[in-house]
C-alpha cells in the first residue's frame, strides 16, 4: 500500500506568480484535505476534498482554490502568491469521515 | 470555536528520562476526536494515536501513553524510557466527530532528548 505523496518537495516562487502543488492520496483514501503550516506553528486546515467535491473550508481567501480527480488525487491553487503564503503544504488522505487521516512530507514553499 | 494549546513550546530531556506532553482544547461539541501527531525534522506528520470522546480510558503503546481527561479538557501524552529517535515536533490534534475532517491543531512541542 503506498502512502500518501506529494510533488513537488521544495519550491520557489516569486511574489505575484501562481503556484500548483499536487497530492496523490493513499490507495482506497476517497479523502484528502490540505494544510498550510507556517514555520513554528501548528497546520492550518485551509480545504477538503471528498468524492471530488470541496467538503469544507478554512479562513483562507479565494486565491487558494484546489480540485480532486476521479483517482482521488489532489491539487492545490494558489493565485497572486504573496511573502506570506511561504510555507510547509501538507496534504492528508484518508478513507473518509471518522478514520484517521495520513500526511505525505509535504511541499515547502518560499515566495520571494 | 475550537481551540488547542500546548503550552510547552519546547522541552529537553536527558536519554531514558520520561517525559509529558501537555494538550488541552476547548470545544462546543459534545462528540470529538483527539490526536497526537509525530514531525520530525522531514515533515511528515506521523499519526499516533486517535482517542474517541466517549472513551476516557489511558492507552498505552509501548513507551507511549496518554492520559484523556474529559474533566479537565486534556489529553497528555507521556513518552516512558525517553530515546534520541523520540526527538521531534508533537502535535495535539482536535477534531469533530461529524461534518468534514477538519483537524484543528496546536502550536506544537519541540521535544528535544540529549544523548
Known amino acids: ?112 | 470555536a475550537q481551540k488547542v494549546t500546548q503550552a510547552q513550546t519546547e522541552i529537553s530531556v536527558v536519554e531514558k528520562e520520561d517525559v509529558t506532553l501537555d494538550c488541552v482544547y476547548e470545544t462546543r461539541d459534545t462528540t470529538y476526536y483527539l490526536f497526537w501527531y509525530k514531525q520530525p525534522p522531514s515533515g511528515e506528520l506521523v499519526f499516533l494515536i486517535r482517542r474517541n470522546s466517549f472513551d476516557e480510558q489511558n492507552e498505552i503503546s509501548g513507551r507511549y501513553s496518554w492520559n484523556f481527561q474529559k474533566s479537565t479538557s486534556s489529553f497528555n501524552f507521556t513518552i516512558t524510557a525517553s530515546q534520541v529517535v523520540d526527538s521531534a515536533v508533537y502535535f495535539c490534534a482536535l477534531r469533530p466527530n461529524f461534518g468534514n475532517e477538519k483537524l484543528t491543531f496546536g502550536t506544537g512541542t519541540r521535544l528535544t532528548i540529549i544523548p
Request: glycine share 10%; with cysteine.
Open chain 1, 1 to 112: 500500500e503506498t502512502g500518501v505523496t506529494q510533488s513537488p518537495t521544495h519550491l520557489i516562487k516569486t511574489r505575484g506568480q501562481q503556484v500548483t502543488l499536487r497530492c496523490s492520496s493513499q490507495s482506497g483514501h476517497n479523502t484528502v484535505s490540505w494544510y498550510q503550516q507556517a514555520l513554528g506553528q501548528g497546520p492550518q486546515f485551509i480545504f477538503q476534498y471528498y468524492r471530488e467535491e470541496e467538503n469544507g473550508r478554512g479562513n483562507f481567501p479565494p486565491r487558494f482554490s484546489g480540485l480532486q480527480f476521479p483517482n482521488y488525487s489532489s491539487e492545490l491553487n494558489v493565485n497572486a502568491l504573496e511573502l506570506d503564503d511561504s510555507a510547509l503544504y501538507l496534504c492528508a488522505s484518508s478513507r473518509g469521515p471518522g478514520t484517521e487521516a495520513f500526511f505525505g512530507q509535504g511541499t515547502r514553499l518560499t515566495v520571494v
